[in-house]
């Protein structure tokens, strides 16, 4: 079995073509005369299984229709296109369908073949900047901590029962319909009730949860990020805000303690629905009152519907905290049990999110605190650097980089947000992609460098700029490995070589105290 098939569930479905179709309107949806069973759907030529209906979309190099042959040979049965990819689809002889939007179309039949999972399944998504994942695996452990059986999507993967799924990923966040409604599906066959999906500004803009209706959906934030996708800011934001809007989710879950997040409320209010619940430190529904440090992580004092409640997590930082009360808001506005749900956040782990890295030391040797983190935005960043809590005469280090082909106009301000309020700053490489690495050093560098007052040293090379970060840190010292968090792999060029920075820390202590 290919991992590909494991996004499928078992019991493959069986529909007719034209059923696939039948809440599509007649001027949306150009149906063929003769009309085939359907068993999957496939937007990528290459993973066609026998009975699949191929989606041809334009792209950005190239039409999908330029693809069909090779689809239909691989056993395509019929096609979905636009008008653009109408003839080149007909020269296959398959059925064709032409559809005004093909995207809502894709996805409105990729939920009708899977017999809609959704409907069947407590749903909850979140968006937002920063806070996705770890708000997802925080709700995750609520979930289950109250009895639920709970599938999550996201960044870090796809599970169930904390368990991976594995898959041939089509996207880094979310998937597209048709592997996500398939997905959907297996996870429900094998027995969840809850998921919990991080759902991207591109799985919206895209239209990838179009005809999923969210029970409880939330929003963390809004910073600059996915500049190279969206024309701007502006755009970026309206993309998460369609996930708020009434046919898309039924409870809406604001932090109202972001600008955005302000703005987005105001207009969920102004339009009368979803139910509109807000969070933050403010005056709001789910009230942050305190957060106090606690050994590497927080306790947290909150007010909501169900009272007053103090508990602790194993994450540091105001913006941990947020998370927190984000996802036990979700699970009390499910109609969850608070005090279950708590059990849960109280001992949840986040894989690459400020996870803790245990140095181990010989006698007498005092090691630094460090973590390892995702941030890869300026607003991350400024949030993982103020979380962290030197010891007395200690000082914050920061190893950061920039991802290669990707927004260059964050670059400067990721810098400048790694040098406000700390010590030193390990410029080094990210995913450098098919950009020239040094290229991209020297911009962060150069934001790093107009913050003023931290030492910045550039490394090229990431196992040597974490190396340089560990060599110069003493035992009050707490060192932030930003940037990939959880990510197993550094692609440089067209390559991705394994590369797992919590490994490479333990790796680089280990031989520093070897040449000592």
Not at 152 to 160: S, V
Not at 180 to 190: G, I
Request: with cysteine; net charge negative; hydrophobic share 40%.
């Amino acid at each position: 079995m290919t991992t590909q098939n494991l996004l499928r569930p078992a019991a493959r479905p069986v529909r007719q073509l034209n059923e696939l179709f039948e809440d599509s309107g007649d001027d949306a949806v150009e149906l063929p005369e003769q009309s085939v069973e359907v068993s999957g759907i496939t937007l990528d030529s290459r993973t066609v299984a026998h009975g699949d209906l191929y989606v041809a979309l334009s792209g950005t190099r190239a039409h999908g229709a330029q693809f069909a042959p090779g689809a239909v040979g691989r056993g395509a049965v019929a096609i979905l296109t636009d008008e653009a990819g109408r003839q080149q689809a007909e020269a296959t002889g398959v059925p064709v369908v032409v559809a005004v939007d093909a995207r809502d179309a894709m996805a409105d039949a990729a939920a009708t073949l899977f017999g809609s999972p959704t409907h069947q399944l407590m749903m909850f998504g979140l968006t937002g900047t920063n806070g996705k994942t770890t708000t997802t695996f925080l709700l995750e452990a609520a979930l289950v901590a109250a009895g639920r059986r709970v599938g999550t999507i996201g960044t870090n993967g796809f599970r169930l029962d904390g368990v991976e799924l594995p898959s041939n990923r089509t996207t880094v966040t979310t998937p597209e319909s048709p592997d996500l409604q398939a997905l959907l599906a297996v996870m429900l066959e094998r027995g969840a009730d809850s998921v919990a999906m991080e759902v991207s500004s591109h799985a919206l803009a895209l239209q990838r949860v179009d005809h999923i209706g969210f029970d409880v959906a939330g929003f963390t934030n809004l910073g600059r990020d996915h500049l190279d996708f969206h024309p701007t800011l502006e755009d970026y934001f309206e993309a998460k805000a369609r996930l708020f809007e009434a046919e898309h989710c039924r409870v809406a879950v604001i932090n109202t303690d972001d600008e955005h997040g302000r703005i987005l409320a105001e207009r969920i209010t102004t339009a009368g629905a979803p139910r509109l619940v807000t969070t933050g430190f403010g005056d709001s529904d789910h009230q942050l009152l305190e957060v106090t440090p606690e050994g590497p992580g927080s306790r947290v004092r909150y007010r909501g519907p169900v009272g007053e409640r103090e508990f602790t997590i194993d994450l540091p930082g105001d913006y941990n905290a947020r998370n927190a009360v984000m996802a036990l808001a979700m699970a009390v506005e499910a109609g969850l049990d608070a005090d279950a749900a708590l059990e849960g956040i109280n001992h949840a782990q986040v894989p690459g999110r400020m996870q803790l890295v245990r140095l181990e030391t010989a006698e007498r040797v005092e090691a630094p605190t460090v973590y390892v983190d995702f941030a890869h935005t300026p607003q991350a960043i400024e949030q993982a650097v103020r979380s962290a809590r030197p010891g007395p005469g200690g000082r914050t280090i920061v190893v950061v980089g920039a991802g290669g082909d990707r927004d260059a106009a964050k670059r400067g301000p990721m810098g400048q947000a790694a040098a406000a309020g700390t010590g030193m700053v390990v410029v080094t490489d990210d995913n450098p992609r098919t950009e020239d690495p040094a290229l991209i050093r020297a911009a962060v560098v150069e934001g790093a460098r107009a913050a003023g007052g931290a030492e910045v040293v550039e490394q090229a090379g990431r196992r040597a700029g974490i190396g340089a970060a560990l060599a110069a840190a003493g035992p009050a010292d707490v060192v932030l490995v930003l940037g990939k968090g959880h990510e197993k792999g550094q692609t440089v060029g067209e390559t991705v070589h394994d590369f797992d920075d919590l490994e490479v820390v333990l790796e680089e202590w280990e031989k520093i105290h070897e040449e000592n």
